[in-house]
């Protein structure tokens, strides 16, 4: 078989081309149509799940105007980032419901405690925050707090789940005392602090788990059993020593031993 002129196979090519262009330039054509199709406008927003904390007017307001396109071509990545970047929102599922629906199924922060990041005690507050049931840190207005008596948690960033699990341990210890733990604080070195209600504070020392939990159940134990004997409350305490503890009760204290007083001689 003879090979086709030059100009017949330029022409066969320039077909071939164009061809696929004038595809490219339909598809083009037919997805500025989709965008553009009134038919295909989502006509309701269903929202599902915690929804407790915002009115159907905040969605409106603050959603609504930032999500762009039609139930076909809407984003919902982006719808998920717009719902996400809203007040007490953890996570937002979206999914496409046809012909016009999309539905929005969202989480909550479940706020456990007020957070602290800080480094060493007595340095100001790095971040101001809230706690949630997951350890992870998350920013509102601290007056929409509705939730009483949260625990204060301290401690470096990175280090929530650590003071939180700890938190949830001895907790329980100092309410089984008829006690109420306050603030647990965590420092840069991996030193523990504890506060209870009505100011006291005990320094727990460094360490983890179960030791650390034992070393101050045994302490509590017997501080308790010594307020009681002498009918008073836990001042202070440190446990930081090697080989047992220091405990300030409220009201009892040691005072130096007066000298003496020296009668004048006679001369």
């Known amino acids: 078989m003879e090979p086709l002129p030059p100009d017949i196979r330029w022409m066969r090519r320039s077909t071939r081309v164009l061809a696929v ?5 339909l598809l083009a054509l037919a997805a500025m149509w989709l965008a553009r199709a009134s038919a295909f ?21 603050n959603t609504l105007p930032h999500l762009q396109g039609n139930f076909l071509t809407v984003s919902l990545p982006q719808v998920r980032e717009v719902f996400e ?12 419901v ?10 909550e922060h479940r706020a456990v405690a007020l957070w602290d990041g800080r480094g060493e005690y007595g340095e100001p507050p790095l971040e101001r925050a809230l706690l949630n049931e997951h350890a992870e840190v998350f920013q509102v207005n601290l007056g929409d707090v509705e939730e009483e008596a949260l625990p204060q ?3 470096p960033t990175g280090s929530e789940a650590s003071v939180l699990q700890m938190w949830r341990r001895l907790a329980p210890l100092v309410r089984a005392k008829q006690l109420e ?3 647990l604080e965590l420092s840069g070195r991996g030193s523990w602090r504890l506060l209870l209600e009505g100011g006291a504070s005990i320094e727990l020392g460094r360490g983890e788990g179960d030791a650390l939990v034992a070393r101050f159940d045994r302490f509590l134990g017997h501080a308790q059993s010594l ?8 001042r202070s305490a440190d446990l930081r020593h090697p080989g047992g503890y220091a405990l300030r009760l409220v009201g009892i204290g040691t005072k130096p031993t007066p000298e003496p007083s020296k009668k004048p001689r006679k001369t």
């Open 85 to 96: 970047s809203q007040p007490w929102i953890r996570r937002a599922d979206v999914r496409r």
């Open 153 to 155: 948690l301290a401690g």
């Open 41 to 61: 406008d989502w006509r309701q927003l269903r929202i599902e799940g915690d929804a407790e904390r915002h009115s159907v007017a905040h969605w409106r307001a």
């Open 98 to 107: 046809w012909p016009a629906q999309l539905v929005v199924t969202l989480q």
């Open 21 to 25: 262009l004038a595809a490219v330039l």
């Open 181 to 183: 733990p306050q603030r």
């Open 227 to 234: 307020a009681r004997q002498f009918n008073t409350q836990i």
